[in-house]
């Protein structure tokens, strides 16, 4: 059975940083890309950040370029989202996602196998 499991969410204050991290379990970690959405009330589910299966690659939005970046363990078999320099804009809860079909990335949510149940990340003003 595949898990992915966030962890790292939590309150901080504008300017503040903050590290995600997907626990995954049940699949071939290396052989899938990993990807970082997020969902404000009210919203849409937004990409946030994608790596490919090798970690040679990754791909932001312009909302997010140069303040977040996404890596992956594959020995811990976890991927991570370091966010620096938050914004109450980016308050949502982020969802982990992992594809096999794309092992290269994606920023369509619709191209990812398996998701995580999310972790909340609130900035305060």
């Known amino acids: 059975q595949v898990q992915l499991v966030e962890s790292g969410g939590g309150l901080v204050q504008f300017g503040g940083s903050l590290r995600l991290s997907c626990a995954a379990s049940g699949l071939t970690f290396s052989s899938y890309a990993m990807g970082w959405f997020r969902q404000a009330p009210g919203k849409e589910r937004e990409f946030v950040a994608a790596?490919?299966?090798?970690?040679?690659?990754?791909y932001y939005p312009d909302s997010v370029k140069g303040r977040f970046t996404i890596s992956r363990d594959k020995s811990k078999n976890t991927a991570y989202l370091q966010m620096n320099n938050l914004k109450p804009e980016d308050t949502a809860v982020y969802y982990c996602?992992?594809?096999?079909?794309?092992?290269?990335?994606?920023?369509?949510?619709?191209?990812?196998?398996?998701w995580g149940r999310g972790t909340q990340v609130t900035i305060s003003s």
């Open positions: 790596i490919s299966w090798s970690g040679g690659r990754a």
């Open positions: 996602a992992a594809s096999s079909r794309y092992p290269s990335g994606s920023v369509t949510s619709g191209e990812y196998d398996y």
